[in-house]
């Protein structure tokens, strides 16, 4: 997905503070706040207007579009790369037990497990359900390993460092899922990767009211 943010120029910014601050106003009284002539002035109202910041009444004036500017900064937060965004993964042995996950699971207050492999590659997802529906299957869950109620590759959806929060996010409402293992790829092996990190709907929530809150800082 392309998505293409405008920058803009130090006067257009000025002519927004000025919009913002006095509601609607014409472009000659914009032109006399910053001492210009409205000839000088409307290329800059163009592109504003054209770009979705301003809205233009004829015999009205120019008033600021507060629905822009919060598209726009949700469009900065989709374009995030996961690897900058990531955190650190839960993991267990893909040998441990059952009760040993669900222990694992409630300490770290986290919705997932990934199971590893001795050389530390993804070897499986064990999530609530999983560890819920073994318990209640009345075993011995200190002797059932999580390999085998895990889901394994090739079913598991992953995503790469590289990819967006917007490309995190879809997977995870397409495929009803909460959260997803950040993984390379390992040599160029078939369903073989290295599990770096964990990206959550959480994740993403926390990333919008970041960076929102840095544009109104």
């Known amino acids: ?21 006095n509601g609607t106003i014409t472009g000659k009284d914009i032109a006399a706040k910053l001492s210009l002539t409205r000839a000088a002035l409307r290329p800059d109202l163009a592109i504003l ?6 809205d233009a009444r004829p015999r009205v004036g120019y008033f600021f ?34 009760y040993d996950a669900i222990v694992q699971l409630f300490l770290e207050d ?21 560890l819920l529906r073994a318990a209640i299957g009345n075993r011995n869950l200190n002797e059932l390993p999580v390999s085998v109620i895990m889901t394994r590759m090739p079913n598991i959806v992953t995503i790469n460092p590289e990819e967006t929060l917007f490309d995190a996010a879809k997977k995870m409402i397409n495929n009803h899922i909460d959260s997803l293992p950040v993984v390379k790829e390992v040599n160029q092996q078939k369903n073989t990767y290295l599990l770096v990190g964990r990206i959550t709907k959480t994740t993403i929530t926390r990333a919008y009211l970041e960076i929102m809150e840095e544009k109104s800082n």
């Open 1 to 21: 997905m392309e998505v293409v943010i405008i920058k803009l120029t130090k006067r257009q910014d000025e002519i927004l503070q000025i919009v913002k601050q």
């Open 49 to 54: 207007t054209m770009s979705g910041n301003l």
């Open 65 to 98: 579009n507060e629905g822009y500017e919060v598209k726009q900064q949700a469009k900065r937060v989709i374009q995030q790369k996961v690897t900058d965004y990531k955190a650190h993964p839960i993991v267990v042995e893909k040998s441990a037990s059952v």
């Open 110 to 130: 986290v919705g997932t497990l990934y199971a590893v492999d001795t050389f530390g590659h993804l070897a499986g997802v064990i999530s609530r359900k999983d």
